[in-house]
């Protein structure tokens, strides 16, 4: 399993969308990919399935995708 540490901008609103997350981290090729994987409850949050694909992620939670495990800072 690959780890990827991520590293939120902070600011105000200190959180990404899910499908933002995966994007940005390559994880996925498209936001159309991304949502298909989070709808087909293919991605966990702090292992639990999330099935929201706008799901705000904040620092400290660990998402889980195929063999990638992102680490939000």
């Keep these: ?3 990827i540490q991520f590293a939120l901008r902070g600011g105000e ?3 990404i969308q899910l499908i933002q997350l995966l994007k940005a981290t390559n994880c ?4 159309s990919e ?3 994987v989070v709808a087909a409850g293919m991605v ?3 292992g639990v399935i ?3 694909k706008r799901a705000k992620i904040t620092s400290g939670e ?4 195929d063999q990638y495990r992102i680490e939000v800072l």
């Design 1 to 3: 399993m690959t780890t």
């Design 13 to 15: 609103d200190d959180s």
């Design 28 to 31: 996925v090729y498209s936001g």
């Design 34 to 36: 991304a949502q298909e």
């Design 44 to 46: 966990t949050r702090n």
């Design 50 to 52: 999330e099935l929201r």
């Design 62 to 65: 660990v998402i889980e995708f």
